[in-house]
């Protein structure tokens, strides 16, 4: 069983910044991709930024040179750096892990979501 966990989410003034953390725990073997994405009320789902389990990256159109995606694999656990926050920003954002468990099952995991609001 795995687990994905977040935090630090909040209420944040446009042009603000915060920081989330998702920690993956359980019966891990290796954690691979992890990624963030996102869900504003009445749009689907999309893809934030991503990284590699040796820390190449991509990010989404939108958030271009403003957040920063990275991971410490040593506490299985990735970060999304959100600077310049405008009120476009404002959604549910979701952590996903491609993670091989101890029994060498290739899982796709995500967490329960934590909500960003960017308002003044």
């Known amino acids: 069983q795995v687990q994905l966990v977040e935090s630090g989410g909040g209420l944040v003034q446009p042009g603000g910044s915060l920081r989330l953390s998702c920690a993956a725990s359980?019966?891990?073997?290796?954690?691979?991709?992890m990624a963030w994405y996102r869900q504003a009320p009445g749009k689907e789902r999309e893809l934030v930024a991503r990284?590699?389990?040796?820390?190449?990256?991509d990010y989404g159109e939108s958030v271009k040179g403003r957040f920063t995606i990275s991971r410490d694999n040593a506490k299985n656990t990735v970060y999304l750096q959100m600077n310049s926050l405008n009120p476009e920003d404002t959604a549910v954002y979701y952590c996903?892990?491609?993670?091989?468990?101890?029994?060498?099952?290739?899982?796709?995991?995500w967490g329960q979501g934590t909500q960003v609001t960017v308002s003044s």
């Open positions: 996903n892990a491609l993670i091989l468990t101890a029994t060498l099952a290739s899982t796709t995991n």
């Open positions: 359980g019966s891990i073997f290796r954690v691979n991709r």
């Open positions: 990284i590699s389990s040796d820390g190449i990256t």
